[in-house]
């Protein structure tokens, strides 16, 4: 499966990246915003693994245009964000953001719930 | 006379210019090492990824001797380190153990210079290893204050409960000393810090603080840090506080009992609400607090508050209902068909979220 990691931080990309490649998935990687979106069209990824705060285009607003386009809508979404309020929370999982994980985060936990999704994912289609 | 003046002349020239080379020198160094840690770091990035998605028999890459590689590699391991949780920040800090960086770090405590020695302290709160102990209860004594701070901070981070006194000592604050030390009173932000570092063990020395501190701004930081922990006993003082007249901590107060969801608090935030020489803010504050509680009796006050004319009171208020639901919903429905065009705008967004 392709997973596209967006975060701004080189080091969260290569964290995750290189945990997500052990679990035998291809991973690419985008570093703003803007980047995402035109990734996600490009590459067509099964899952994004996406940071909240990014420049260029914040988290929220690429949930919101990914989840209106009818291509992308159904693409399952992480989002990584720093310590997030109830609101926030909520409404990130109105937007359509399937899981949340809060930095610090265990990139363990990261790949589990990425293959349960995952799984979710291929069980519907 | 004239060739006494001369070759003095020439001897402060001298000397400027060399001053200046040096200087320049220094800077080309300092620029030159910064591009290359720069040129270093996604290498790095890339080694300390690998190795912690690897299995636990996996090492980290050795590391060559030179300065630059060594802080670019340092650099991006804190960065790792500051993102990550569970086995594998577990893992990456025995590594930095072994490599010698944690030593590395512990020795520069006995740097010179202070920007040095305080960036240590700093980066050893960070990697929490147990092997930087014996020199950060040292740098309790240090002459600089951000040093002493850090260090308190680094031995809090390790939650081992034998530090605590010394800790709480250091930075002034400990519960049996009358009046309180000169590092919590100029520096309550780093005091703040080192006191969540300690968590519900550190909660006594935050309580006196939240009585006891002259400073206004120590005592609302201190019941911040009290609201932070979350901690259910020390709910009465956060309701002392609540009540008192200082503005800033009865907003702090109010968030740690919304947190808490302290029905008993439900009086004084109504009171607080009541009160009309209180700023806007505050009773905005209140009104989210009440919202979290969930108390119904809130829901008359709550509509009052959501025909002020001020839009941050209109707005926590009408949200506050909302979370009440009920009769706090019905009194949203109220203000959608009273005409008013605001009141009615914050109802239908709070009842939209």
Known sequence: ?125 | MKQALFVSVLVFGAGVGSLALFILANRLASTFGRRKQERLRPHYAEAIASFLAADDGAKLPSLPDWKAARQAFWAVALEALVELEGRERDRLTHALEDSGLVADATYRLWSRRRRVRRQAADALALVRSERGAGVLLAGLDDSDRFVRLGCARALAELGDESFQRRILETVGLEASIETLGHEAEVSPGLVAEVLLALGPRGARAVAHISTSARSEHLRRVAVAVLAALRLPAYAPLLRAALASRDDGLTVEAARGLAALGDVEAVDVLLDVMRDRDRPAFVAAEAASALGKIGDPRAVPVLEAALRSDTWSLQSSAAEALAELGGDGADALQRAIRSGRPLDRAHALAALDR
């Open chain 1, 1 to 125: 499966m392709k997973i596209l990691v967006a975060d701004d931080s080189l080091t969260v990309r290569r964290l995750v990246s290189a945990r997500l490649k052990a679990d035998g998935h291809d991973v690419v990687e985008a570093e703003d915003g803007r980047q995402t979106l035109e990734l996600v069209r490009t590459e067509h990824p099964s899952l994004l693994v996406l940071d909240k705060v990014m420049p260029k285009l914040d988290g929220f607003e690429i949930v919101r245009l990914l989840k209106a386009d009818p291509q992308t809508r159904s693409l399952p979404i992480v989002m990584l964000t720093e310590q997030a309020n109830e609101r926030e929370v909520l409404d990130g999982l109105e937007l359509g953001v399937d899981e949340y994980m809060t930095k610090p985060f265990s990139l363990r936990e990261l790949s589990l719930r990425v293959s349960q999704l995952l799984e979710g994912a291929s069980d519907s289609a």
